[in-house]
């Protein structure tokens, strides 16, 4: 009899017992790997924008000169076809990034969080559309020539299809700056990114907001400051590849612990 009474109350007070500090690296996990998960997204997206935009579209475009533009895209058909491939795998990999920091975050604000990603979805949709004109250019300009009756009109409308892409992205960059001051708030409330991340990725936010502005305002003869500003989102991408690995949410939860309990 006194075994089995034993045995019960044995289990109650372990049932009854604090959880162990064990959890805290178990929840962690999850937010870990989310963060290598983001952290490689935002790298492959820098690499292939780089690739995609800089080189294989932009390099090809002359702003103003529609047939030298034209001329251009039509002897790098293959090159400008692959620049805009880029950009649609950069597309899928802001969903994934979005996602994947949505989960990197939660710990911090579920509602803040969600409201990020949902942002940085839309903003993707913005530039999916955006891409979409870049396509209509290079089918006008999918031939070896054009025909000579045609030629001016054709050049006119592949510049204005590239132009579109440029106004609609542009546009989008004022909801991808917000979906940053979001991110940096985020950051900057974790307890787990460093404060100082924080800020450079609100001054990565407030540069493309800037820029979006000012490109519309001064008609485009507008010198950007988001080629600069952007190393607040590249760092952060660093950061999540390189420490997030190290990332321990119990922290913040421990601190409000004695709070909790009082009440």
């Given at each position: 009899?006194?075994?089995?009474a034993?045995?019960?109350?044995?289990r109650r007070?372990?049932?009854?017992?604090?959880p162990?500090?064990?959890?805290?690296?178990?929840?962690?996990?999850?937010?870990?790997?989310?963060?290598?998960?983001a952290g490689?997204?935002?790298?492959?997206?820098?690499?292939?924008?780089?690739f995609?935009y800089?080189?294989?579209?932009?390099?090809?475009i002359t702003?103003?000169n529609?047939?030298?533009?034209a001329?251009?895209i039509?002897a790098?058909?293959?090159l400008?076809?692959a620049?805009?491939?880029?950009?649609?795998?950069?597309i899928?990999?802001?969903?994934?990034?979005?996602?994947?920091?949505?989960r990197?975050?939660s710990?911090?604000?579920?509602?803040?969080s969600a409201?990020?990603?949902g942002?940085?979805?839309?903003y993707?949709?913005?530039?999916?559309?955006?891409?979409?004109?870049?396509?209509?250019?290079?089918?006008l300009?999918?031939?070896t020539?054009?025909?000579?009756s045609g030629?001016?009109?054709?050049?006119?409308?592949?510049?204005?299809?590239?132009?579109?892409f440029?106004?609609?992205?542009?546009?989008?960059?004022?909801?991808?700056g917000l979906y940053l001051?979001?991110?940096?708030w985020?950051?900057?409330?974790?307890?787990?990114?460093?404060?100082?991340?924080?800020v450079?990725?609100?001054i990565?936010?407030?540069?493309?907001?800037?820029d979006?502005?000012?490109?519309?305002?001064?008609g485009?003869?507008?010198?950007?400051?988001?080629t600069?500003t952007?190393?607040?989102?590249f760092?952060?991408?660093?950061?999540l590849v390189?420490?997030?690995?190290?990332?321990?949410?119990?922290q913040p939860?421990?601190?409000?612990?004695?709070?909790?309990?009082?009440?």
């Amino acid at each position: 009899m006194t075994n089995h009474a034993a045995e019960p109350a044995s289990r109650r007070h372990a049932n009854d017992a604090p959880p162990s500090f064990r959890q805290g690296p178990d929840a962690s996990r999850p937010v870990r790997k989310a963060s290598l998960v983001a952290g490689v997204a935002l790298l492959l997206m820098a690499a292939l924008a780089g690739f995609g935009y800089d080189f294989a579209i932009h390099g090809l475009i002359t702003a103003g000169n529609a047939a030298r533009t034209a001329q251009d895209i039509m002897a790098h058909q293959g090159l400008f076809r692959a620049g805009i491939a880029c950009l649609f795998v950069v597309i899928a990999l802001d969903v994934v990034a979005a996602l994947a920091l949505y989960r990197v975050f939660s710990p911090v604000s579920k509602p803040i969080s969600a409201l990020a990603a949902g942002m940085r979805i839309v903003y993707a949709g913005i530039f999916a559309v955006a891409v979409v004109q870049l396509t209509g250019a290079a089918r006008l300009l999918g031939g070896t020539s054009l025909p000579a009756s045609g030629a001016a009109r054709v050049q006119a409308q592949a510049l204005s299809d590239i132009n579109r892409f440029t106004d609609i992205w542009q546009a989008g960059l004022i909801v991808f700056g917000l979906y940053l001051l979001m991110i940096a708030w985020l950051a900057w409330r974790s307890g787990y990114v460093p404060r100082l991340l924080g800020v450079l990725v609100a001054i990565a936010g407030l540069g493309y907001i800037y820029d979006s502005i000012g490109q519309f305002v001064s008609g485009g003869s507008w010198t950007q400051v988001s080629t600069v500003t952007f190393i607040g989102e590249f760092l952060l991408a660093l950061w999540l590849v390189i420490w997030g690995r190290r990332i321990t949410v119990s922290q913040p939860a421990l601190r409000a612990g004695p709070a909790g309990a009082a009440r």
